[in-house]
């Protein structure tokens, strides 16, 4: 979910003093590769990132695996700083929020939906550096194609809309239809 209105270099030390002025205070930023690029949605991206957070997030509360995050919260990933549309933090990584205004452990699944405004290529850039960090799955959901693009530090694996996705090890005994995850749209 990224547009790009205007391009600044900038340190991350810079970029923190950025993101909490007042006028940017209801606004959404990332810090990628010194370049600051505001997030902005649509409805359909929106309702998918919503769906995948109760489905995803409901698993993972009952099986008390750990918590999630929206988009809300930021990752410092490397020298860049990421607001992914969904991420998971295991136990075993971190028993509970901190508190941290940009968070600093990798979590184990990151969500990206593609916004009309992203590019793919810079999606699949962004699920790369992600795994180079530590990031054991990152999902990149792509509505326009009715598919979902699963990477992990082994493989890259597409499913369309007959596909069933497994959690595997980040989120054991969890499948989900990907026909669901575009169900309500037309």
Request: charged share 25%; glycine share 8%; hydrophobic share 40%.
């Given at each position: 979910?990224?547009?790009?209105?205007?391009?600044?270099?900038?340190?991350?030390?810079?970029?923190?003093?950025?993101a909490v002025l007042?006028?940017?205070?209801?606004?959404?930023?990332?810090?990628?590769?010194?370049?600051?690029?505001?997030?902005?949605?649509?409805?359909?991206?929106?309702?998918?990132?919503?769906?995948?957070?109760?489905?995803?997030?409901?698993?993972?509360?009952?099986?008390?695996?750990?918590?999630?995050?929206?988009?809300?919260?930021?990752?410092?990933?490397?020298?860049?700083?990421?607001?992914?549309?969904?991420a998971f933090i295991?136990?075993?990584?971190?028993?509970?929020?901190?508190?941290?205004?940009?968070?600093?452990?990798?979590?184990?699944?990151?969500?990206?939906?593609?916004?009309?405004?992203?590019?793919?290529?810079?999606?699949?850039?962004?699920?790369?550096?992600?795994?180079?960090?530590?990031?054991?799955?990152?999902?990149?959901?792509?509505?326009?194609?009715?598919?979902?693009?699963?990477?992990?530090?082994?493989?890259?694996?597409?499913?369309?809309?007959?596909?069933?996705?497994?959690?595997?090890?980040?989120?054991?005994?969890?499948?989900?239809?990907?026909?669901?995850?575009?169900?309500?749209?037309?």
């Open positions: 979910m990224v547009a790009n209105p205007k391009q600044q270099q900038m340190t991350l030390e810079e970029f923190e003093r950025f007042p006028e940017n205070r209801h606004r959404r930023f990332e810090l990628i590769d010194g370049e600051v690029v505001e997030l902005v949605s649509n409805e359909i991206p929106a309702h998918i990132t919503s769906l995948l957070t109760i489905l995803v997030g409901s698993f993972i509360v009952q099986h008390q695996l750990g918590y999630t995050t929206s988009s809300e919260s930021g990752f410092r990933i490397g020298n860049n700083d990421y607001m992914p549309d969904f295991s136990k075993q990584r971190r028993e509970k929020p901190a508190g941290e205004t940009w968070i600093t452990v990798v979590p184990d699944l990151v969500i990206e939906v593609k916004s009309p405004t992203d590019s793919l290529v810079g999606l699949i850039s962004k699920a790369a550096d992600y795994l180079e960090a530590g990031v054991r799955t990152v999902w990149v959901v792509l509505p326009e194609k009715r598919r979902v693009d699963v990477y992990t530090q082994e493989d890259m694996l597409q499913y369309g809309v007959e596909g069933l996705i497994i959690g595997g090890d980040v989120l054991p005994g969890f499948t989900l239809k990907v026909a669901e995850i575009f169900a309500h749209l037309s």
